[in-house]
């Protein structure tokens, strides 16, 4: 094969099974044995949820800490942060992640599940002397606001002062507002486990610690964009003063990558499960998004897919793991490898010569859409 292109790999983590690290070294290894010539070039990807420290530790650096804190149903858990020039990067799923339950979500979990562990971190973070700590969230298996990294500062009041001199920057991987339909319960407390009275409940309770905030910290944030990240983490994080930024943008300047995007001719990006909350600031639209005014053609690797591939900007192919392995099942025992093969196979058959300009969608799709015959799902 002659006449090689470059290839920029961007992948985010693939739920519980790769992390955004491993996923792209997958989706490199199948490209590059589709493809030989072409120059593939790995940058993955974190929204600030799952593989947040990983993505940021491979793109720069610094010294990954390791401690136990407490974990979603109060166990104990190893978690990791980074420390480099002086600022620490916390995961809050590293403390809390949906990934940590020993067994799968519950109603009974999703309510006794707390962000304690975040508060473990912070403090380390805090007694390290960083003046500069950024939060990334998503991936949590808590819907309590971030009461119990509350609790475990002091109350909301305590925090707040105990962070007056810190710049802390909330990297969200979504931009839920707190409460309300499209907020941190109703959104993403079903897939931590809550049934319909379990949601109603938990609605409920965060009504009222959204009020006590407001009193502790005089701030209302019920509101405000990415305030129902990680099971409403946001929420406390931007009352004890913290600044939102996109996860998904905050890792593009870490790692460059807007550059990469630009000297590519093809981006490959990806994540367990593209739906309708990839279009919520997710990577794989903003990194679509950007590969749109940069003219370059975008192809979405995912585990499962529940979205026309004309929903998301420029994205011109979109492929299924659990399509091409056969199951979910399969998808999810033999991630790495079938990932890979599929990387192959699309790079196989792929010809720059024929890509098209794809139009931006007008609207999002529900997650429950029919899907086009280019999905494959």
């Not at 067994?103 to 007694?127: F, Y």
């Not at 609605?203 to 005089?218: F, N, P, S, T, V």
């Not at 793991?321 to 196989?348: Q, Y």
Request: include cysteine; proline fraction near 5%; glycine fraction near 14%.
């Amino acid at each position: 094969m002659t006449g090689g292109v470059r290839v920029a790999v961007m992948p985010d983590s693939f739920g519980g099974t790769l992390d955004a690290v491993q996923a792209a070294a997958a989706i490199g290894a199948g490209w590059h044995a589709g493809r030989p010539d072409d120059v593939v070039v790995l940058a993955p990807q974190s929204d600030g949820g799952p593989g947040f420290i990983d993505v940021l530790a491979t793109a720069f650096g610094g010294e990954v800490r390791t401690q136990t804190v407490t974990g979603p149903l109060g166990e104990p858990v190893r978690a990791s942060w980074l420390l480099h020039d002086g600022v620490a990067y916390l995961e809050a799923a590293q403390a809390c992640g949906l990934h940590l339950l020993e067994q799968p979500p519950t109603p009974s979990t999703a309510v006794a599940a707390t962000s304690a562990g975040v508060g473990d971190l912070l403090s380390a973070a805090l007694l390290a002397g960083c003046r500069t700590i950024v939060v990334g969230l998503g991936g949590s298996a808590v819907s309590d606001g971030g009461r119990g990294a509350s609790d475990r500062l002091g109350g909301c009041a305590a925090a707040r002062r105990l962070l007056s001199d810190v710049e802390l920057i909330v990297a969200t991987d979504v931009d839920n507002p707190l409460l309300g339909p499209a907020g941190a319960v109703p959104v993403f407390g079903p897939q931590k486990g809550a049934d319909e009275s379990t949601v109603a409940l938990l609605e409920k309770r965060m009504i009222g610690w959204a009020a006590q905030l407001e009193a502790d910290c005089g701030v209302a944030v019920a509101d405000t964009p990415g305030a129902g990240a990680a099971g409403g983490l946001g929420a406390v994080l931007l009352a004890w003063g913290g600044r939102r930024v996109s996860g998904s943008e905050f890792v593009a300047e870490q790692t460059g990558r807007r550059a990469k995007i630009a000297a590519a001719d093809v981006v490959i990006t990806g994540e367990g499960r593209l739906d309708s909350q990839t279009l919520r600031g997710k990577v794989v639209a903003v990194v679509a998004a950007e590969a749109y005014r940069a003219g370059v053609p975008v192809i979405v690797l995912a585990g499962q897919s529940t979205l026309p591939v004309q929903v998301v900007p420029n994205v011109g192919e979109v492929h299924s793991l659990a399509h091409h392995t056969g199951s979910i099942e399969e998808a999810v025992a033999n991630a790495g490898p079938r990932l890979t093969d599929l990387a192959a196979e699309v790079a196989a058959r792929w010809d720059p010569a024929t890509v098209a300009t794809v139009e931006l969608a007008a609207d999002p799709v529900e997650e429950n859409a029919e899907e086009s015959s280019a999905v494959g799902e």
